[in-house]
């Protein structure tokens, strides 16, 4: 396992740069990007919980929305109080019941600077912003790359927050498409099923999920049904790499509340990541490559070497 940063200082100088990890994965870590690579075929990312400005880099106005939509109909600089807490909470609460710890993607720069949950026409208006959005991305590339090389397949799971009913999960998958993967192997059980991944978080109390889990063909909230990183990295147009973004409300992203939810979280992902990638077929073609071009080299672990994987996710 290993840490690597996008600091303050590299992004005025335009060249990405990495430096070792200065706080512990429980405390909020300083720099613009957080990058931890795991040993689970797991990425937990949160991209818009960050308070940090961006030095040189221009405040969004929405102008590349007017550009290309002709209204800034999605243009947003909205901040998702705490997601960035409940990310690296729930690495650590998987790893107290696994051993083994997710990667992990967490923004700390302002989404005023750049969202890295849209395209990258939309998601910064300066080369400062560019940078430090290619760390993101390429962070994301270089684990999804490493797990499919170990195991064919992988979750990401993208943590946000709404402003709506404070006690509701809102479930996107682009109305299952980004688990496109998954529903054709498995069927839609394996995420609203007795041994799916929402069913166990439901059981532990945070049981009001958007659309409820016994509704299977009810439509996702459609503002809120899984941004461009869901889509982008999930099985939305192909291959073997499935993902789902959470909408959190306000209840789960309280500090006093995150502790017991992220046990509640991974009540499901620890027997989904055992049942559903861990000890799944391995017979299914290789993942073809998706994801936004890379510009630069930015901030990642992509000079590692994969790391050695468990043949067991569940302690006995």
Same mark, same amino acid.
């Given at each position: ?6 600091? !303050?200082?590299d992004v ?7 430096? %070792?990890?200065t706080t ?66 729930? +690495? ?28 990258? $026409?939309?998601?910064?208006?300066? $080369? %400062? ?6 760390? @993101? ?13 170990? @195991? ?21 998958t682009a ?14 059980? +394996? ?24 509704? !299977? ?15 982008? @990295? ?17 209840? @789960? ?6 502790? %017991? ?31 936004? +071009? ?6 990642? %672990?992509?000079?590692?070497?994969? +790391?050695?994987?468990?043949? $067991?996710?569940?302690?006995?």
């Open positions: 396992m290993g840490t690597c940063s996008l600091a !303050l200082a005025p100088a335009q060249a990405a740069a990495t430096a %070792p990890a512990t994965p429980t405390s909020k870590p300083a720099p613009l990007v957080y990058i931890e690579r795991g040993t689970l075929p797991l990425i937990i990312s949160a991209p818009h919980g960050g308070r940090l400005p961006i030095p040189g880099a221009d405040v969004r106005t929405g102008g590349n929305f007017l550009i290309k939509k002709g209204k800034k109909n999605n243009f947003t600089m909205a901040f998702d109080a705490n997601v960035d807490l409940v990310a690296l909470q729930l +690495a650590d609460e998987i790893e107290r019941r696994t051993g083994q710890r997710p990667y992990l993607v967490v923004a700390n720069f302002s989404r005023r600077f750049v969202d890295a949950n849209r395209t990258p $026409e939309e998601a910064y208006e300066s $080369e %400062p912003g560019r940078i430090v959005y290619e760390a @993101y991305h390429n962070a994301i590339r270089t684990a999804r790359a490493e797990i499919i090389n170990e @195991y064919k397949r992988g979750l990401l799971i993208d943590i946000h927050g709404h402003g709506g009913d404070p006690e509701s999960i809102i479930r996107g109305d299952w498409t980004s688990v496109r993967h998954l529903v054709e192997e498995f069927g839609k059980d +394996a995420l609203v099923g007795p041994k799916g991944l929402l069913t166990p978080i439901a059981a532990g109390g945070a049981n009001k999920f958007n659309p409820p889990l016994d509704q !299977l063909d009810a439509l996702e909230v459609p503002s809120l049904n899984g941004g461009f990183i869901t889509r982008q @990295y999930g099985s939305y147009a192909g291959g073997n790499f499935d993902s789902i973004q959470f909408e959190l409300g306000n209840r @789960y992203r309280k500090r006093e509340n995150i502790p %017991p939810f992220v046990k509640q979280l991974a009540d499901g992902i620890v027997p989904f990541v055992q049942t559903y990638i861990i000890d799944a077929p391995r017979t299914v073609g290789v993942l073809a490559t998706t994801g936004p +071009a890379s510009t630069s080299q930015a901030a990642g %672990p992509s000079d590692a070497s994969p +790391a050695t994987k468990p043949a $067991e996710l569940l302690a006995p």
